[in-house]
């Protein structure tokens, strides 16, 4: 297989480069953000460059993606500016076209663990909160990072002590706080460079003293809060949801429960309603399992149809397919 390394200032110009160079047989074997402007792809070919009919298979192209975006429930204008983006790359390779026009149109911020402004977790009841905030302190934990967990949610019975049997098992502080007050002297009680978390109480996006509330106590605190949001809901009542929490400061979205569900096109219409970027995607309940963190090809891989596990990860060398 012929290797290549391309670099854009998008992940569309760098895919977009690909086309130009390696055709529309190319396969995208890895996609790498470089800082913030700057995007890798390396993208293999396996076959010499043939005279194929480049126009009828960018057609075919754009009939799965359109089908797979009308399976997702994909908006229709959404799903159309989809197309129209997918269709500049003009890319034989479904995922490829897909990836770019969704990084065209989305923005993919995956959560640092290192150097971060304290995270709160926010969402409504049952989204998947805590188990998001365990999830992203094993992930630190594991990568020697030094974490420390908050929890804002004195509401709900039994919420301190889940978050309780996930601190002890990481052995990492846990503090409780009742007010913005609690949380800025909870913050500072933590080293500066821990990876700081703060869990709160499910909050209800159609009540605005919910809202208040939590605006309330992030307020005091330099945290950024991020959407938990569970994927499969209806699109229009997650379009208004994330619209709401985006009124709160969110910006990044930690999509949580892929795994119950075959529809994702909610999701996208959340993303696109709150401006939202994605983060995160659970796929399990098991706190093990952690989060993955989502790109552009990720994405377009699950809408095509791959499973989150095959989704995230590039096949091993020996048996990497085309990615079609
Ligand atoms: N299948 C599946 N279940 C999940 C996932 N994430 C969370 N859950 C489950 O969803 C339920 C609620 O998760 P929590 O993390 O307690 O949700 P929360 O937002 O903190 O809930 P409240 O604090 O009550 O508002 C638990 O049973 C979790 O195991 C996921 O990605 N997949
Ligand atoms: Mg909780």
């Known amino acids: 297989m012929r290797l290549r390394t391309f670099t854009g200032a998008t992940l569309q110009e760098a895919i977009r480069q690909v086309r130009a160079e390696l055709g529309p047989?190319?396969?995208?074997?890895?996609?790498?953000?470089?800082?913030?402007?700057?995007?890798?792809?390396?993208?293999?070919?396996?076959?010499?460059?043939?005279?194929?009919?480049?126009?009828?298979?960018?057609?075919?192209?754009?009939?799965?993606?359109?089908?797979?975006?009308?399976?997702?429930?994909?908006?229709?204008?959404?799903?159309?500016?989809l197309a129209a983006a997918?269709?500049?790359?003009?890319?034989?390779?479904?995922v490829l076209a897909l990836a770019g026009a969704l990084d065209s149109l989305f923005a993919f911020e995956p959560v640092a663990t290192a150097g971060a402004r304290p995270l709160a977790l926010v969402g409504a009841p049952g989204a998947g909160k805590t188990s998001s905030l365990a999830r992203?302190?094993?992930?630190?934990?594991?990568?020697?990072?030094a974490v420390g967990a908050i929890t804002c949610d004195l509401v709900r019975a039994g919420a301190e002590a889940q978050l309780a049997v996930y601190t002890r098992r990481l052995e990492i502080p846990a503090f409780r706080a009742a007010d913005g007050d609690g949380l800025a002297r909870a913050l500072t009680a933590l080293p500066n460079d821990a990876f700081r978390l703060i869990d709160t109480t499910g909050a209800n996006p159609r009540e605005p003293r919910d809202l208040q509330q939590l605006a309330r106590i992030l307020g005091q605190c330099d945290a950024e809060p991020i959407l938990v949001l569970p994927a499969g809901g209806d699109t229009l009542e997650m379009a208004d949801q994330a619209t709401g929490f985006a009124g709160l400061g969110c910006r990044r979205i930690v999509a949580t429960k892929l795994d119950l569900v075959l529809r994702l096109g909610g999701l996208l219409a959340a993303a696109d309603a709150g401006r939202l970027a994605f983060a995160e995607f659970g796929c399990s309940p098991e706190i093990g399992a952690g989060l993955m963190p989502v790109n552009p090809v990720s994405l377009a891989r699950l809408l095509l149809g791959k499973s989150p596990a095959t989704a995230a990860t590039p096949a091993p060398a020996a048996t990497r397919e085309p990615v079609r």
Do not use: C, K, M, Y
Request: net charge negative; hydrophobic share 45%; no cysteine.
């Open 25 to 81: 047989d190319a396969v995208i074997l890895e996609t790498r953000r470089i800082g913030r402007r700057s995007h890798e792809v390396r993208a293999g070919l396996d076959a010499p460059e043939t005279a194929a009919p480049a126009a009828d298979a960018a057609n075919d192209t754009l009939d799965r993606i359109a089908t797979a975006l009308a399976f997702h429930g994909v908006p229709a204008r959404l799903a159309d500016r």
């Open 136 to 145: 992203l302190a094993t992930r630190a934990r594991l990568a020697g990072q």
């Open 86 to 94: 997918a269709g500049e790359l003009a890319s034989a390779d479904p």
